[in-house]
Every structure is written in C-alpha cells, then in structure tokens.
C-alpha cells in the first residue's frame, strides 16, 4: 500500500516544494516508486522537473473536479518518480470546491480512483501556503504530515496553529493521520537565528523533529531554474547530501513504527 | 485622502510582512501618519509589533464581519504608526466571506466606516500567501499595489499570475488600481541567482522595479522576535537603512506621478 504524506506548512517559503521535489527524488534513489502530487496553483514543483506550462493539463484539477477520463500521472527524467502537475485551472479550484459534494475528500477519492495503492511505495502532496481546502484535501486524503520548519522566528510561530488544524482533520475527517515529522530548513550555522530556532523546535517537539537538518544551500535554489531536482543538478552538493541522508532517515524512521 | 497599498505577492516568504512592517516605520520616521492592516491569519505583522496574542481581538476579522462596533486601530511603539492586528478568528474568515453579501468589498466597506481618510496618510495591507478572498478583499480596497520579489527563481515565475489577477481586479471590481511598483527583496550579492533574478526582473518590468533593493541580512530576520521593526532593533544595519532609502524613494515616486 501506497503510504500518502502531505508537504504542509502554511508559513509560505519554508522549502515545501524543495523538499518535496528532493526528498522524493532521493527515495526514487533509494529504490522507492515515487509519485508527486503538485496541489500548489503555483506549480512549483510542476518546474522542478522541467514541465512546459503547455504540458500541464490534465493535472491535479482534473483530479479534484473529476472531470471525465481520469489525469495520467507523468514520468518524469527520474527514473521511478511521476508527478502529476498542477494545472492552470488549479488556482480557480479553491472557489468551485466550495460548492462541491464531499468537498474535503476528493483527492482521496480520485487517488483511490486512479489506483495508485499498487503503482507506488510513496506519495508525496506539496501544499500551497495556506489552510484553504485544497490543504484540507491533502490532510484528508493523507497518512502522514511532513512539515518542513524554516529555521526563522516566524516559522516557529505558525507551527502551532498547524498542529492544531492537523488534530481538528484527524478528529472529524481522517482518524488515520498521523505527524510523520519535522525537518529544519534553509538551516545556516553562521546564523545565531538558526540555532535558536533548532534549539527550541527541538526542546519543543522533541523526537518529531528529524536528526537530519536541510543547509542553506544555493546549488538548492539554482536547480529548479534548470528544471532538475537538486540531485541531478549537482549530486555532491551540502542540499542534495542532505536530502540523500533525509530519505535513508525517512526510511528508517518508517521502519521503526 | 489616505492612499491605500495592498502588498501583495501569493509566492510565499518573499518578504511581504517585513516590508510592510518596515517600509510603514520607515514612513512614520518621515513623518507620515500609517496604519497597518494586518489580513493574513498567520497575524507576523501583529508579531513584528509585539501585539501580544491577548491583544489581538476587535481586529481585520471584526472589520471584514462588521460584527457590532467598528474595531479600534491600535498605536504601536512606533510615534505616528497604529495598527488593526490579526484577530485569531481571521484563519475563518475566509470560508464565512464566501457567503456573505459584496464579499470583495467587506475591507473597503470597512475601511471608510472606520473614516481612516482623515486620519491617515498612507495604509499599508499585509496579505496573505495566496490570492484568496482575503487578497482580493485588499485589491479592491486599494488604491495600489506593492509587489515584493525575492530574487529567487520561483519568484519571478508566480509574477506573472499575480499581475493577470491584478488586471481581473481592476477590471471588474477597482477601476482606480494601478501597480505602485516592484521591490527586490533577500538580494544576496554573494549569489549569481539574485542578479539573474534582478536584470530579468528589470528587463521585463523595466521602471516599474525600485532603485532601491532590499539586501539580505539576518538583523532584518531577528528583529520580529524581539517585537520590534528593524529600524527600531538595529537602526545602522544594512536592513533598517535600506528601508530607510525604499520609504524616500515610495515618497518620491508618488509625487512624480
Ligand atoms: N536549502 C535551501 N537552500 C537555499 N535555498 C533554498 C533551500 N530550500 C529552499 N530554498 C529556496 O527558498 C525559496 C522557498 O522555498 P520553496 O519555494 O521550496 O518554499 P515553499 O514552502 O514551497 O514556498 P510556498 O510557500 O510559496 O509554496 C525558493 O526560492 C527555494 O529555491
Ligand atoms: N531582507 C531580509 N534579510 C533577511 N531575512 C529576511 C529579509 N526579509 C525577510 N526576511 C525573513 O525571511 C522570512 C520571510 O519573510 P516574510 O515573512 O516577511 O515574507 P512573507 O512574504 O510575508 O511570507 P508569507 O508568504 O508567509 O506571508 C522571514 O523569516 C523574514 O524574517
Ligand atoms: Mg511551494
Ligand atoms: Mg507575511
């Protein structure tokens, strides 16, 4: 069975997308089927793996408004990782959700639909920085929420309203979910701001959070304008070692429950 | 009359709040009267102000739900700067405005009830992340736009989907919007990806993109956790000074138009 995460955090830029797109390129790595499910309007992770605006219908729109034939997810150049896009039409589906039956469960639906429980060992939603209900879809149709925490001050203060949100989902709409986990980003030692915010997300929500911490790195940043994860952009960079190493602690964190 | 500014930019973390915080001291220190709208849920502008969490009811959400007594605007420890905090309720606002009546037009509605044109000089919005009815609400209220653009890829690209819901806006429901101009912000000379970000930006918006750009600089990103703008917590950084040149240039601009 296909374990679903959703990538959620509604502070915007603390390396949702980044994460997504290269933590799952490191488990297709590790061997994994992975698929992506870009629920972002924006579309960012749709260009981290260099699909033409063009190429983007039939996407995760389609899948939410269950309109006709159901969207084929995409192959991407990483072997054993498909993605489906965001389509244009992505951005006006927050509004016509509102007034649709099962409203909060149609990406759960339409992924039973599509059959991924056989196709792929993980799935992995990257959410728009919001609590709107295209979040609520992915928190809904979810296993696990995995949140990435930029190591800023106000990425610290938004985490709580989050976990509330997540326990509010779990109690009236998906008893089945659960918090996978905490990952520090953007993390930079020549900034005192970092450690202190590693220092209390730590002291905070203690074993959540991941031994592995995402550096600031920007090889990280340039990849996405060459439509590459970072790991095919620059394999030995300190980002993509430490998206290599969050997968293996991904993994085995998996394993131990 | 006040002039209203939404600042705007869905691309999450590009400095929104910050510049809005700092530009809004830095034009108080040039002695004109602002006030703060803070109508993103996640209440970082209310934060950067130390409005504790106690404090923060009778705020954008009382303004927008127009429940019974029109909210007060609260002077903060900035002479000549007063801001309408983040209530906790505003998280809800934007799946209770769906139904209510001139739902686009609850802000500006809200804004003369509160008779802010006499009082004020220049109002500042904080949006949100995303283009929901929270944005649109300020788009309509507003008289211009102020787009913060971190020179990062993924910036530049969410720029031309903010720019087609500006005209949509101004179309349909603000005939008086225009686009007051662009702000490079987390410009990081060490990094070839900000000066690609900067020269494609100003070749494809051209006059529109400030003089002036905001640097990178971590006094910017501590100065939140000790409740104060930067130009109060570290008057002579690079950060506080370079907001200093922006409200110069904000004042400036609008006297040439
Ligand atoms: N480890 C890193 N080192 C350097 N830059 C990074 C790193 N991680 C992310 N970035 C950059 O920071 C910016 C924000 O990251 P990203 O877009 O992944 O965040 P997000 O949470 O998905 O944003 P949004 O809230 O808009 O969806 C991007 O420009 C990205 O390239
Ligand atoms: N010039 C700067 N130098 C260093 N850090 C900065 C600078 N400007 C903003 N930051 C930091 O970057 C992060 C993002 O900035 P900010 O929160 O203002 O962006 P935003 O667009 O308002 O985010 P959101 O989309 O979540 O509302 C914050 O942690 C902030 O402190
Ligand atoms: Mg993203
Ligand atoms: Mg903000």
Known sequence: RARIVAVVNQKGGVGKTTTTVN??????????????????????????????????????YA???????????RTTMVPDLSILPADSELAGAEIELVTENRREFR?????????????????????????????????????????????????LEGLSQLLRTVDRVKARLNQ?????????TMYDRRNNLSDLVAADARAFFKHLVYDTVIPRNVRVSEAPSHGKPVLLYDYRSP??????????????RSRAT
């Open 63 to 73: 899948l939410l408004l269950a309109q006709g034939t159901l969207p084929r997810p």
């Open 107 to 155: 990406l759960r639906d339409g992924l039973q639909a599509l059959g991924v429980n056989d196709a792929y060992d993980v799935i992995l939603v990257d959410c728009p920085p919001s609590l709107n209900l295209l979040t609520l879809n992915s928190l809904v149709a979810a296993d696990e929420v995995f949140v990435p925490l930029q190591c800023e001050f106000f990425a």
């Open 239 to 252: 980002g993509a070692q430490a998206y290599l190493k969050l997968a293996q602690e991904f993994l085995k």
């Open 23 to 60: 933590l799952g390129t490191a488990l297709a790595a590790a061997g994994r089927r992975v698929l992506i499910i870009d629920s972002d309007p924006q579309g960012n992770a749709s260009t981290s793996f260099g699909i033409d605006y063009t190429q983007r219908s039939d996407g995760t």
């Open 176 to 184: 089945g979910l659960t918090i996978n986990g905490i990952v520090l």
